[in-house]
């Protein structure tokens, strides 16, 4: 798998690039500095991962993540810093990054959260996983928001937000991939927005949670977080799993 390296200190990177050179599976392609010259390396060599410091110059969760997912839409984004405040990791899960651990994570385990993230699974540090957790028990839960939508309507509106793609979200309901799409341009009419990313933002703030799922039930594979001895399966977070899986949408 291809990655670039993206952190303003060029020892980090170094150290990283040595850490990595240690995986015949890792091949680090590029490096950078700022939050433009990742843009840049993620347009032009669409990598598996972008390993990425929100505390690069120039760095806006909603805009330098959501211009990567635009510009490459097939690269991972694996956050890595040692911020951990609850507003930055937010922001960063909102935006679209696949992980979020803390630079204390040890060099087998940023290996295996890069393996993890390239692979379409879900990565937190057990910091973060604790913050989303947390965050998560203290939304209610409210099944009857949007009464514009039909009932069918908002299970796939639940679905997109858990990150499911049209195909999955079909065999999920067990309709046809056109009877989908056909539902997703309804709710994106009625709620007045042109995307997805902008369908699963208000459900967020509508706090629409799916409920707890089934394991097979969790797009783009397990929800895990990043351990001193690796990363371990969480099939307990429940919601927080599909609330973390939500980056996977289909333009």
């Not at 928001?145 to 309901?173: D, H, K, Y």
Request: aromatic share 4%; proline share 6%; glycine share 8%.
């Amino acid at each position: 798998m291809t990655v670039v390296l993206a952190d303003a200190q060029p020892v980090v990177r170094k150290g990283l690039r040595a850490m990595l050179s240690s995986s015949a599976e890792v091949t680090v392609v590029a490096e950078a500095g700022t939050a433009r010259e990742a843009m840049k390396g993620a347009a032009s060599l669409r990598p598996d991962v972008l390993v990425l410091d929100i505390e690069l110059p120039d760095f806006q969760a909603g805009v330098t993540l959501q211009e990567i997912a635009r510009v490459s839409p097939s690269t991972a984004v694996l956050v890595f810093t040692a911020v951990e405040d609850e507003g930055s990791v937010f922001a960063a899960m909102r935006a679209g990054a696949r992980g979020y651990v803390l630079k204390s994570c040890p060099g087998d385990g940023i290996v295996r959260t890069i393996r993890g993230v390239a692979t379409g699974e879900m990565i937190l540090g057990p910091r973060v996983a604790d913050q989303l957790i947390a965050q998560l028990g203290r939304e209610p839960r409210n099944q009857q928001l949007f009464p514009e939508l039909t009932a069918r309507e908002r299970q796939v509106l639940e679905l997109i937000a858990s990150g499911m793609r049209n195909g999955a979200i079909a065999t999920q309901l067990h309709l046809s991939p056109k009877t989908v799409s056909n539902h997703i341009s309804t709710i994106f009419n009625k709620l007045n927005v042109s995307d997805r990313y902008e369908a699963i933002e208000v459900a967020r703030k509508a706090r629409l949670e799916r409920p707890a799922p089934s394991p097979d039930r969790v797009s783009g594979g397990s929800v895990r977080l990043a351990h001193r001895r690796g990363a371990i399966p969480l099939p307990e977070l429940g919601d927080s799993a599909a609330y973390a899986d939500a980056r996977s949408t289909e333009r």
